[in-house]
């Protein structure tokens, strides 16, 4: 079975396929099947991962699956949050993006940089799907004041898991692949996709 990965973000789909891989899918990415971007108009997560997702089969006719996904900080009254991508404006630049956030949060204390990953992930058999398949998951931690790892993409170097020590940028793409909130909202997908039938 073919699936479009609805996503023209490299780091998000160079995740997502890996954490996909041991499925019985060919998941295709959507710039492979000539699918652009489509300006994200929802109010919430959800309706932007529908909108994703509801382009792709649109343009493909195949199955999509879309993630909206952002970074929740609780001392800045739940921002970027949906923003996240642009949190800096437009094009997406994640060292902006990085600067700004450290910026608001700059007089603020460690103990009220709380903020959490969170991610919905969908699934539609073809546009007009009226039961579409919606996962979510949540990854907690805290905002540090200054960039710390390599690895992933986004906001990744400022987010610490407070139980490991480490941020997101500093573990490894399996360690990071087991924790985040995109590998939560996955599991809960692989478990419903066990009891449905995509064609």
């Known amino acids: 079975m073919k699936l479009v990965l609805a996503s023209g973000n490299a780091g998000?789909?160079?995740?997502?396929?890996?954490?996909?891989?041991?499925?019985?899918?060919?998941?295709?990415?959507?710039?492979?099947?000539?699918?652009?971007?489509v300006p994200e108009t929802g109010l919430t997560f959800v309706e932007n991962a529908l909108i994703k997702a509801r382009h792709a089969c649109?343009?493909?006719?195949?199955?999509?699956?879309?993630?909206?996904?952002?970074?929740?900080?609780?001392?800045?009254?739940?921002?970027?949050?949906?923003?996240?991508?642009?949190?800096?404006?437009?094009?997406?630049d994640d060292a902006a993006n990085n600067a700004k956030l450290l910026d608001a949060l700059r007089d603020v204390p460690a103990e009220r940089r709380s903020a959490r990953f969170y991610a919905v992930i969908v699934l539609l058999r073809h546009a007009n799907d009226p039961q579409p398949l919606i996962c979510e998951g949540s990854w907690e931690g805290r905002i540090i004041d200054e960039l710390r790892?390599?690895?992933?993409?986004?906001?990744?170097?400022?987010?610490?898991?407070?139980?490991?020590?480490?941020?997101?940028a500093e573990m490894q793409?399996?360690?990071?692949?087991?924790?985040?909130?995109?590998?939560?909202?996955?599991?809960?997908l692989k478990q419903q996709l066990a009891r449905v039938r995509l064609d």
């Open 149 to 168: 790892g390599t690895h992933g993409f986004g906001y990744n170097p400022v987010f610490l898991d407070e139980e490991l020590g480490l941020t997101a």
């Open 58 to 92: 649109a343009v493909t006719g195949l199955p999509a699956l879309a993630d909206d996904s952002g970074l929740i900080v609780d001392a800045l009254d739940g921002a970027p949050g949906l923003y996240s991508a642009r949190y800096a404006g437009s094009p997406t």
């Open 173 to 188: 793409p399996e360690q990071k692949n087991g924790r985040s909130h995109r590998a939560k909202a996955l599991q809960q």
């Open 12 to 37: 998000k789909l160079k995740e997502l396929q890996a954490m996909l891989g041991a499925l019985p899918l060919q998941i295709v990415p959507q710039r492979e099947l000539g699918v652009d971007d």
